[in-house]
Structures are given as structure tokens and as C-alpha cells.
């Protein structure tokens, strides 16, 4: 039972474009998302994460915009840029289970030049 | 500082092997995890320790035997692993239980067992 998912299992976008990394979710109790940028070979990198009190937070470069009716996120990157280049994860967790993150199936992000 | 450092980079070991993973944080973090990841999944959560004390243990066969030490140190610790058991484990370490919180994670180790 997948409960967090990534349905593209990968993203090309030219540089200075915008990214859009989607993942929905149906466990209606997460109510914390978190996105993970993850290298071949080492451990995931903390990007950004939301509350379900909010339904947009903003880092630099980086948005993740939640819609809960759709129990639905997504993770902006704009402009992309070459060192975007890694294998994106949603995580989600919930009230009670806050020790426990729930992890999507990763999309691999190439930013071509 | 969100730095988790986990020992040995890359471990090869034989079925009959005893080997230890190690992780350390010093963010004062209490909450300490410990994924396992095969290639082109995500990661799976195997234990998480809170307060020093094990909290969760996701069914994991006992072959894997965590540890922690103290509220900076976490341990796994191998016997008799199989060929399968062949991944890159990841350790991690969060403010501490109740509130919703965020996981930093190590740079992993890369296990092979022959």
C-alpha cells in the first residue's frame, strides 16, 4: 500500500526553467510533508517542508505549494540549475506518528544546459 | 549544523561476519534513526530510538541489533547478514518526539555481504 506516491519516475528540464515535482498522498492523518534532494551514493538532503496548516512555503529557490482537498504537493524549483540534478523524495508523516516519515518513490530530476 | 557522520563509508563483509555501523550528531538531537535503502526504492525505516530508549522496531530480523550508546551515538550492529541484506544504510537524527519534525540524515553507509 503506497500511500505517498511520485508518478513520474523522472523530470528533464532545460536550465533556467521552471521545475515541478508532484506527489500525492491518501493517508488523510499526514499533516507534515517534508522533499529530500538524495545523490547516488549518499543520504537524502533536507530541502523544504509544509505543515498542513499552509498550503505554500517558500526557500530561496525552492516552493512547495499543498493542496489538501486533492491531498496533493508539489515542489517548485525556479530558475533550475545543473546541480539540481538528483533523485527528488516526498516524505510525509503524521500526528502520532511524527517518528515515522512515509517516503514517495522518488523522481530523478536532469537539468540539461 | 545539521551534520550526521556515519562510519564506515563502505563495508564488505562475509555472511559470517560481525560488523558495527556507527552514526554520531551533535545538534542535540534526541531521536536517532536508522533506514535501510536498496537501489531505486526509497528508504525504509528499520528502528528509531528516543530519548536513548529503542521506540520503534519495524519488524527487522534480529540478524540487525541497534544500539545507542548515549544521545549522540547510534549503532547497528551485524551478525550473519545475508546477500540481501546488501544496501545503503542510513542513519538519522531529529529534534526529538511529540511535535512534527524534520530528519537529517548521514551520507550512509554502502553494505555488501558475499
Known amino acids: 500500500d503506497q500511500q505517498v506516491k511520485q508518478n513520474s519516475p523522472s523530470l528533464s528540464v532545460q536550465e533556467g526553467r521552471i521545475s515541478i515535482l508532484n506527489c500525492d498522498y491518501t493517508n488523510s492523518m499526514f499533516d507534515y510533508f517534508l522533499w529530500y534532494k538524495k545523490y547516488p551514493a549518499e543520504g537524502p538532503t533536507f530541502l523544504i517542508s509544509i505543515s498542513s496548516i499552509k498550503d505554500k512555503n517558500e526557500d530561496g529557490r525552492f516552493t512547495v505549494f499543498l493542496n489538501k482537498s486533492a491531498k496533493h504537493l508539489s515542489l517548485h524549483i525556479v530558475p533550475s540549475q545543473p546541480g539540481d540534478s538528483a533523485v527528488y523524495f516526498c516524505?510525509?508523516?503524521?500526528?502520532?506518528?511524527?517518528?515515522?516519515?512515509?517516503f514517495g518513490t522518488g523522481t530523478r530530476l536532469q537539468v540539461t544546459l | 549544523d545539521t551534520e550526521v557522520t556515519q562510519t564506515p563509508k563502505h563495508l564488505v563483509m562475509g555472511m559470517t561476519n560481525k560488523k558495527s555501523l556507527k552514526c554520531e550528531q551533535h545538534m542535540g538531537h534526541r531521536a536517532m534513526y536508522w533506514y535501510k535503502q536498496k537501489a531505486k526504492k526509497p528508504p525504509e525505516l528499520m528502528f528509531v530510538?528516543?530519548?536513548?530508549?529503542?521506540?520503534i522496531n519495524e519488524s527487522v530480523p534480529s540478524r540487525f541489533s541497534p544500539e545507542c550508546p548515549n544521545s549522540s551515538l547510534l549503532n547497528l550492529h551485524l551478525h550473519a547478514l545475508q546477500p540481501e541484506d546488501s544496501a545503503l544504510y542510513l542513519c538519522a537524527s531529529s529534534h526529538g518526539p511529540g511535535a512534527v519534525e524534520t530528519q537529517y540524515f548521514g551520507p550512509g553507509t554502502r553494505l555488501l555481504v558475499l
Open positions: 516524505a510525509a508523516s503524521g500526528t502520532g506518528t511524527a517518528s515515522k516519515l512515509t
Open positions: 530510538y528516543s530519548y536513548e530508549k529503542l521506540s
